[in-house]
DNA sequence: AAGAAAAAAAAA
């Protein structure tokens, strides 16, 4: 047969496969014979690159090492197989073939797209493809490579679907590549789910890199099939190098002294990273210690130990903000030479949704494939394959939620050790995807860490139960604690580190008044305070108030634009970070949200807060007296926390506390919690660290009675642990199950849109402006216009603001054409006009809340946005 | 009515 002879084009030459030439190609399109073989190529080098990962998707596919390696290249051969159908070549109809494919179609009918037709076509031909395979083995592998847009193949095209000429042509298409690649006879995959995962990502790398135009030009020459395929070898080889996808060797295990530079000894936890014997497999290791005790040291310490022991080509570090993400990538970025040792230095690349602002360049920048060298950069997805990766812990969880690309995601955190940081910060339906992630993570044979300051027992058997090494039904009471995952579980109590201890008082206060004297009363001392509120009405209602009396306080939250956040948030380092001189500091009072809970290097003298849940007044404390200062220059004797607070001892009905902290009561809704927060810390007057936390942490959260519980609160803790319980249900509902593979199951992947990593009430995005010199102004300043736009945007509760009527003078199709600028992605912006008013600095602007009721919000750079009274 | 937090462009 023509089509087989090697040392001739195939018969099916002519059948395009590309037709989007970039600027400066030579060739007007590429054919699909070629770009099977680029894609081939691409596999086979990436393999050959990667033997760690080689060897995992031969013993789950069941196949040795070579086996695999001759046999993957013929299957990922196969993955356009579809567009040898006429209802892909119609596509474009200057290159119809036809003499290969009969007459151009008079209509076009519908079209299922390339993966669809591909996957229809193979089933015509199993016998010919994959002898002896049962459908589930074929639908696993086979539509994994199917699969390479992105979301999985439904399998339900039917042969009624095809002509002859469809068949005729995917024929020779096969014939053609079991002539090249002569394909062992190869068994039914070994672990389906498991060889189904790893290779649809694997699939989409290929395909990718391997429609490359600045490695894989178009080339529609006639020419043998041999000698192309070894053309196109060559060029992957280069492809899969300079897109930094072949492995930087790692350095010898590193030391905590050659990390650090010998500043600090190492604590308890740290010594036990650097020296622990590593489990010849994946781990799971949870570290529980307290903020500032050097966790991430730890676990840098011991992911970079397992890379240089060969479990893991790469690290990537999840954190549950942008900004602590931004923070930690500035200090990792100059110590990543220390982990790796390769002729280049290692990769490293900050991935989360806004990034591009930290970023020189604009968003979405022109991926020209000439810059083939940025591949990495050109999106979040591909920086994952960065040596090491610093971003949100959300860009991981889209691996496991039915989203496009999931499997790529999945694809370059198996072969990372994957660092999660501060996981007790998320609610329960994201906590519900840290542990699917797990369970993938432990599927794929993938290595974890994590860490945390407040882990409740519950979520950490969670964790270990998704996993798959369940931990005993009591845990140890230690803490600091390692807990390590092996084939078996291992509990490693740690020493504190001793410059860490410490035990702060505890009062409370019964009143706001209350409150703003204490406030008076040390401000006259010159110390400086912070009062951490629930609430921004509740903050703002504290700054008037304190106003009223004469103090002077700053205020931050969230209700802030972009640009207007920085300023005070700089402002606050400013005054009460770690360089801030005494008089900075001196006298000055801020009350803040929960802004101020993570991440900022910021001390007080006295500490103020509205009852909170125990675990996020642990968070707040560690405020309180922060940084070494003499005790002389401590207007204070001793660090106190003081919290707002109803009294437990007063439980007369269930509507406890909603008088004194309406607001607080309700963002946290579960009054059973907060009540034996107050019990507990009242009760014995102090808070010590770290002693105090395991026992506080385990006994506020509790999910059963306990016997001091006031009865009034059972119910509504009843209805608030109901709601995490229906939150994990729907988040179940939406993550993927990884004993079903890559399948579509019944899982939402139509609807990607309404797919999210965190469940959240419903917010506004607005973005502020002004009309001036006819024209719409970002209310920011930015010399790139998207920059400027993004940096007027803040958020809101829909419930408060939801439309806002432009004024008369603002023409509809400024607006109109201003959304047109900002968009796909940034269309549904609210834009927020606002106009100046006779006070100075005091913007306002006519605002709509969800009930259409119409108010005047203002603005103002210091105090943020302020919604009408509801 | 009420906090803070995240995400989103491909391989014709
Ligand atoms: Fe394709
Ligand atoms: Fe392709």
Same mark, same amino acid.
């Not at 519908?110 to 076509?121: E, N, S």
């Not at 360049?361 to 979405?364: D, K, L």
């Given at each position: 047969m023509q089509s087989c002879d090697l040392s001739r084009p195939p018969s099916w030459h002519r059948l395009w496969g590309k037709a989007r030439p970039i600027e400066g190609s030579t060739g007007a399109w590429h054919p699909l014979w070629k770009h099977a073989l680029d894609v081939a190529a691409v596999g086979q080098a990436l393999l050959d690159a990667r033997p760690a990962f080689r060897d995992r998707l031969a013993t789950a596919l069941g196949q040795d090492a070579e086996t695999a390696r001759r046999w993957l290249p013929y299957l990922l051969a196969l993955h356009d197989l579809g567009k040898a159908a006429r209802g892909f070549q119609a596509k474009v109809p200057a290159l119809w073939a036809e003499d290969?494919?009969?007459?151009?179609?008079?209509? %076009?009918?519908?079209?299922?797209?390339?993966?669809?037709?591909?996957?229809?076509?193979?089933?015509?031909f199993l016998p010919q493809a994959c002898p002896g395979w049962d459908q589930d083995g074929y639908q696993a592998v086979f539509g994994a490579v199917f699969g390479h847009h992105g979301r999985p193949v439904a399998w339900d095209v039917e042969e009624r679907a095809?002509?002859?000429?469809d068949k005729r042509q995917a024929r020779a298409y096969i014939e053609t590549m079991r002539a090249l690649f002569?394909?062992?006879?190869?068994?039914?995959?070994?672990?389906r789910a498991k060889a189904s995962l790893l290779l649809a990502g694997f699939a989409v790398l290929a395909d990718w890199l391997g429609s490359n135009q600045a490695y894989f030009p178009y080339d529609p020459a006639e020419e043998a099939v041999a000698a192309?395929?070894?053309?196109?070898?060559?060029?992957?080889?280069?492809?899969?190098?300079?897109?930094?996808?072949?492995?930087?060797?790692?350095?010898?295990?590193?030391?905590?002294?050659?990390?650090?530079?010998?500043?600090?000894?190492?604590?308890?936890?740290?010594? +036990?990273?650097?020296?622990?014997?590593?489990?010849?497999?994946?781990?799971l290791t949870i570290i529980e210690d307290i903020t500032g005790a050097g966790k991430t040291e730890a676990a840098v310490i011991l992911a970079q130990r397992l890379l240089a022991a060969g479990r893991a080509r790469g690290i990537y570090l999840g954190l549950p903000t942008q900004a602590t993400a931004n923070a930690l990538h500035q200090r990792l970025r100059g110590l990543a030479g220390k982990l790796f040792e390769g002729p280049e230095p290692p990769s490293v690349s900050l991935i989360h949704g806004a990034a591009w602002l930290a970023r020189p360049?604009?968003?979405?920048e022109g991926d020209s494939a000439a810059e083939s060298a940025a591949w990495l950069g050109q999106s979040n997805r591909h920086r994952l394959f960065s040596d090491l990766g610093v971003g949100t812990l959300d860009q991981a969880l889209l691996a496991v939620l039915p989203v496009k690309h999931q499997a790529l995601r999945l694809h370059a955190l198996a072969d990372r050790i994957l660092i999660v940081d501060e996981a007790h910060a998320y609610d329960a339906y994201t906590f519900a995807a840290l542990e699917r992630l797990t369970a993938f993570q432990a599927l794929l044979g993938g290595s974890m860490i994590v860490l945390s300051a407040t882990l409740t027992d519950l979520q950490k058997q969670r964790l270990a139960r998704a996993?798959?090494?369940?931990?005993?039904?009591?845990?140890?009471?230690?803490?600091?604690?390692?807990?390590?995952?092996?084939?078996t579980a291992t509990e490693i109590p740690c020493a504190p580190r001793p410059d860490?201890?410490?035990?702060?008082?505890?009062?409370?206060?019964?009143?706001?008044? %209350?409150?703003?004297?204490?406030?008076?009363?040390?401000?006259?001392?010159?110390?400086?305070?912070?009062?951490?509120?629930?609430?921004v009405d509740d903050v703002l209602a504290a700054q008037t108030a304190l106003a009223a009396e004469g103090v002077a306080a700053q205020v931050f939250h969230a209700r802030f634009a972009q640009a207007d956040r920085h300023t005070v948030e700089t402002d606050v380092v400013a005054r009460f970070g770690p360089a801030a001189p005494a008089a900075s500091r001196r006298g000055r009072v801020l009350v803040a949200t929960q802004v101020i809970e993570q991440s900022l290097d910021v001390d007080f003298d006295l500490l103020i807060s509205d009852l909170a849940p125990a675990d996020l007044l642990i968070q707040r404390a560690g405020r309180l007296w922060r940084h070494l200062r003499p005790p002389e220059a401590r207007p204070l004797p001793q660090p106190e926390m003081l919290i707002l607070s109803?009294?437990?001892?007063?439980?007369?009905? %269930?509507? +406890?506390?909603?008088?004194?902290?309406?607001?607080?009561?309700?963002?946290?809704?579960?009054?059973?919690?907060? +009540?034996?927060?107050?019990?507990?810390?009242?009760?014995?007057?102090?808070?010590?660290?770290?002693?105090?936390?395991?026992?506080?942490?385990?006994?506020?959260? %509790?999910?059963?009675?306990a016997p001091d519980d006031p009865p009034p609160l059972v119910d509504p803790a009843g209805r608030a642990q109901a709601q995490d319980w229906a939150d994990r249900a729907f988040a179940n509902g939406n993550l993927l199950d990884p004993l079903a593979g890559y399948s579509l199951g019944n899982k939402p992947w139509s609807k990607e849109a309404d797919i999210s990593t965190r469940l959240t009430q419903e917010t506004s995005r607005v973005r502020l402006m002004r009309w001036q010199a006819g024209a719409l102004q970002p209310w920011a300043a930015a010399a790139d216009p998207a920059h400027a736009w993004a940096l007027s945007e803040l958020r809101v509760s829909r419930t408060r603001l939801a439309a806002a009527p432009p004024p008369p003078e603002v023409p509809a199709a400024a607006l109109a054409d201003l959304r047109a600028r900002w968009g796909r992605y940034d269309a549904d912006c609210l834009p927020l006009l606002l106009s100046p008013s006779p006070e100075a600095g005091l913007f306002t602007a006519t605002v709509a809340d969800a009930r259409g009721r119409l108010g005047t919000a203002s603005y103002t750079p210091t105090l943020g946005l302020i919604l009408p009274r509801a």
């Open positions: 290969l494919l009969g007459p151009f179609p008079e209509a %076009a009918g519908a079209d299922p797209g390339h993966p669809a037709l591909g996957a229809g076509l193979l089933e015509l095809f002509r002859r000429e002569a394909p062992p006879d190869v068994p039914e995959p070994q672990a192309y395929w070894s053309k196109a070898r060559r060029h992957a080889l280069l492809a899969v190098t300079e897109a930094r996808l072949s492995p930087t060797p790692p350095a010898p295990p590193l030391r905590f002294t050659a990390l650090t530079g010998g500043r600090f000894a190492p604590s308890a936890v740290q010594r +036990w990273a650097e020296e622990t014997p590593l489990p010849p497999g994946p781990s360049t604009s968003p979405h996993w798959g090494t369940p931990l005993p039904s009591r845990p140890p009471p230690d803490y600091p604690l390692v807990t390590h995952l092996a084939e860490r201890v410490r035990s702060i008082a505890v009062r409370r206060l019964a009143s706001v008044a %209350a409150v703003c004297a204490e406030i008076r009363a040390v401000q006259a001392r010159g110390a400086a305070v912070a009062w951490v509120r629930n609430t109803p009294d437990p001892a007063q439980v007369a009905s %269930a509507h +406890w506390g909603r008088d004194l902290l309406p607001g607080g009561f309700h963002v946290y809704d579960n009054p059973r919690v907060l +009540w034996r927060t107050a019990a507990a810390l009242f009760a014995s007057g102090r808070l010590a660290t770290p002693q105090d936390v395991r026992g506080l942490i385990n006994r506020v959260y %509790a999910p059963d009675d």
